[in-house]
């Protein structure tokens, strides 16, 4: 899962990116409009972290770009500016939430679980497919309710295509939701290879009705 983070106070935006990668999240970051904007344009995000007050303005004229691009990622404001006005055009211009500051690191985390539990799960806290259930809050995979042991990378990979079960996922888009921006421009994907390869051994092993399969030139595609 792959945030990003529009804040120009350069303290809080480190702050909150050091908790969610604590989370395991893939976190980006950047400090004006015209940065959210081009990576806004170039990658995509679960989720995007907004500061209503940015350097180069307002921060709901991203939400605009946001909409005339078509883009659909979650989006939660956060900012100090806490008036009616702001956050009723915020959410009219498709923010989803809106957290004023000062806030607890600990609300603004579970406010970005609760978020991309209903975009991804219907708002259950775990999800399934086949026989294998994956537990995003403690990081758990299960085969047939026996424990499952992942790698880091090899757990992100799993989470990845179990939230898009059956959907042509290309080598790229993999590499940036797990390893980040700019991943996607490698000369290669043999550190995908190996994960993957790993992956899907573990899998078979423990006898789960699911494969992560490989669309030749393409991608992967989780199938049961």
């Known amino acids: 899962m792959k945030i990003l983070i529009v804040e120009d106070e350069p303290s809080m935006r480190e702050l909150i990116k050091e908790s969610l990668e604590k989370e395991r999240f893939v976190v980006e970051t950047a400090g004006d409009i015209s940065t959210a904007v081009q990576k806004a344009g ?26 005339r691009m078509r883009k659909r990622e979650n989006v939660i404001i956060i900012s100090a500016k806490d008036s009616l006005e702001d956050k009723v055009l915020g959410l009219d211009l498709g923010a989803d939430d809106y957290l004023p500051k000062p806030f607890h690191l600990a609300e603004l985390n579970a406010r970005v ?24 809050d403690n990081f758990r995979v299960e085969v047939d309710g026996n424990p499952l042991e992942l790698s880091r990378k090899e757990y992100d990979i799993l989470h990845h295509f179990m939230n898009r079960p059956g959907r042509m996922v290309s080598k790229g888009a993999l590499a940036e939701s797990v390893w980040g921006d700019h991943i996607d421009q490698a ?32 991608g992967y595609k989780l199938v049961e």
């Open 42 to 67: 170039t990658y995509n995000y679960d989720c995007i972290l907004l500061d209503v007050m940015l350097p180069d303005g307002s921060g709901l004229k991203f939400l605009e770009q946001l909409k």
């Open 113 to 136: 679980k609760s978020l991309l539990r209903r975009r991804h799960r219907d708002g259950e806290h775990a999800v399934t497919v086949g026989n294998v259930t994956l537990f995003p």
């Open 187 to 218: 000369d290669n994907f043999d550190f995908i290879y190996a994960q993957m390869k790993n992956l899907r051994k573990k899998l078979s092993e423990a006898g789960a009705s699911i494969e992560v399969k490989a669309v030749y030139g393409l």
